[in-house]
């Protein structure tokens, strides 16, 4: 499995999670990997966050207070500066259709919570690697 963990070097995340503990999980797991791991709390924060500095990725989760991951997802695929970042969706929402809602708001990925860490990292990879045939580096 190992070749299919994201190389973190170099790369910026961008976490927006209103639950602390799951903040803190993620940052540290995505520390620990090499990556450069910012956080957000609400949607506006990490729209304040994109004003800063510019991800390689996005994991967003979709129930945050006032606007919602979906609001936000399709502001950022909206917006020329940040339309090409990929986000992932990491959500609680998991009843019938809501992948589909997830994924026409913009979203890039979709991962069902309680997350599978191991599925989480592979897709991590996955979408980093697209980023990376389309010439950035890792
Ligand atoms: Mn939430």
Do not use: W
């Not at 945050?64 to 609001?71: A, D, F």
């Not at 969706?89 to 809501?98: F, R, Y």
């Not at 860490?117 to 991590?124: A, D, G, T």
Request: charged share 25%; with cysteine.
């Amino acid at each position: 499995m190992r070749d299919k963990l994201p190389c973190g070097k170099g790369k910026t995340l961008l976490v927006v999670e209103d639950s602390p503990s799951n903040l803190e999980l993620l940052r540290e797991l995505f520390q620990s990997l090499g990556f450069e791991v910012l956080t957000a709390s609400t949607a506006n924060e990490g729209l304040k966050v994109l004003t800063l500095c510019r991800p390689d990725l996005i994991l967003l989760d979709i129930q945050l207070p006032s606007t919602n991951g979906l609001q936000f997802a399709r502001h950022l695929k909206e917006d020329p500066r940040t339309n090409h970042i990929p986000i992932i969706a990491v959500t609680a929402l998991a009843m019938e259709g809501d992948r589909e809602r997830i994924l026409a708001a913009g979203c890039d990925g979709y991962i069902p919570k309680p997350t599978d860490l191991q599925i989480l990292l592979e897709e991590v990879a996955r979408h980093l690697s697209k980023e990376r045939e389309d010439g950035s580096q890792c």
